[in-house]
């Protein structure tokens, strides 16, 4: 690796087996930063796939220079479309799970809205082996839930959790049937797993396309009103509380739903929430060109909206970060504005988009974000937190502070080359990722 002022281009590693030996490996000279603070200038070594301890002796058989460089846990993401099964044209295994890694991300969980969905505990088990031969970041599936996403029947949770689900989500697809909503919580808070909700009404949603408002009503497309999530987020939350089931509010996009998961976390309300790149950082002034490169669902609301889920940050009500990575082809992104698929990839400017737009810009400090991209994900998962301690699993990510590049779409390692901030120019960038103590991205050699 070469410092910072003579990297160049970004370079994919050859495809590589997860079995392939792990190289001991030392980090010279890296700033340790995590969710908790500084922890000084340090060698970091990494053996065997887990954290070996700070500036120990012996020999390396990978080195990398990290002088000025922060190393800190690799990111966690609980919300990535990877689209397989059965719709590789927008992304595979191999192209999603290596944007992960080049956003920094060490741990993505995917979602169960593929063809055919991830209903079926062969799938679920199809995929963890799949992913666990790439080497790239680690794969942790959710599964739907009710079968084919159909909203009808619910899932056989035990089976799909047995088989390496770590969610249950019909994500892509709100659960309009209360009932099958408390029947879903009462058999996951059983077993123990997190339910995830899309939390938009159906019914108030309708045909919307993008947000209600000014914008939609000069431009007259079919505009998605604020309450049809606030409403969805009240029922979704009134019934994990009923049931005791841990409740994870996904892509949370307006003020009014922010509001309401404030109201029902005062309330006991076991829940948590999340908030997307794209919510933090865009309005629905992007709609201004008519260009779906912009159409989402929840949609982007109004600057207000965005102020008010920043400052939710801030104060600690956003549980998470969730990047609700969703490729889909150019082709389909092409169609106007009506008929084109909701959803953006994201991944690989998770990092600098959020670094340039909330930390430098003076709004949240870089602990709060990584906690948001690390502890925070895995208070939501229940997972052990990221960790830079000796025998914690060596998954690291070096970032740039320093680094300025803009954002190019055709250099994505996602199949979806296009961005709605194609071209901006953003600090702080990912520079390499090690997942188990093996480098799954680096952006020179
Ligand atoms: O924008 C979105 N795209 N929101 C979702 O909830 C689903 C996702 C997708 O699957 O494309």
């Known amino acids: 690796m070469t410092a910072p002022a003579e990297r160049s281009e970004r370079v994919t590693l050859p495809r590589h087996g997860g079995d392939r030996p792990i190289p001991r490996t030392v980090l010279r000279g890296a700033r340790l930063v995590g969710a908790d603070g500084e922890h000084g200038v340090h060698d970091l070594w990494l053996a065997d796939g887990r954290i070996e301890g700070l500036d120990l002796p012996g020999d390396a058989e990978v080195e990398l220079d990290a002088r000025g460089l922060v190393a800190t846990p690799a990111f966690l993401d609980p919300h990535v479309h990877l689209r397989t099964p059965g719709q590789e044209e927008k992304e595979d295994l191999a192209s999603g799970l290596a944007a992960a890694a080049a956003g920094g991300f060490g741990t993505v969980v995917s979602m169960a809205n593929t063809a055919p969905v991830v209903d079926d505990p062969a799938i679920v088990a199809d995929l963890v082996a799949r992913a666990a031969e790439l080497g790239l970041a680690r794969l942790r599936p959710a599964a739907a839930l009710s079968v084919g996403m159909r909203g009808e029947q619910l899932a056989d949770y035990a089976a799909l959790r047995d088989a390496g689900a770590v969610m249950i989500t019909d994500d892509g697809i709100p659960v309009a049937d209360a009932h099958l909503q408390r029947r879903a919580c009462e058999y996951a808070r059983e077993l123990g797993l997190v339910i995830q909700t899309h939390s938009e009404d159906p019914g108030l949603r309708q045909g919307g396309v993008m947000h209600e408002g000014a914008v939609s009503h000069e431009l007259g497309l079919p505009g998605n009103p604020a309450e ?24 949370v996009s307006s003020e009014r739903g922010m509001r309401v998961i404030e109201f029902l976390k005062a309330e006991g309300a076991p829940i948590t929430c999340e908030v997307t790149p794209h919510h933090l950082t865009l309005t629905d002034e992007a709609w201004r060109d008519f260009d779906p490169v912009v159409k989402v669902a929840p949609p982007l609301r109004t600057a207000a909206d965005v102020a008010y ?137």
């Open 309 to 445: 889920l920043r400052d939710a940050v801030r104060r600690g009500v956003v549980d998470c970060l969730g990047s609700d990575h969703a490729p889909h082809t150019r082709a389909e992104k092409e169609r106007d504005a009506l008929t084109a698929p909701f959803g953006l990839p994201n991944l690989e400017v998770v990092f600098p988009l959020l670094y340039t737009d909330l930390v430098r810009a003076g709004h949240v400090p870089l602990e709060r974000l990584l906690d948001l991209l690390q502890d925070g994900v895995a208070r939501v998962m229940g997972w052990a937190a990221p960790t830079l301690a000796p025998g914690a699993p060596a998954d690291v990510v070096l970032l740039d502070l320093e680094a300025e590049a803009s954002v190019e779409p055709a250099r994505f390692l996602s199949k979806a080359k296009f961005s709605p901030w194609a071209g901006r120019v953003l600090t702080g960038w990912p520079v390499a990722t090690l997942v188990a103590g093996r480098l799954a991205f680096s952006r020179t050699r």
């Open 228 to 251: 049809a999530e606030s409403v969805m987020i009240f029922r979704d939350g009134e019934i994990a509380r009923m049931t005791g089931a841990r409740v994870h509010i996904a892509h």
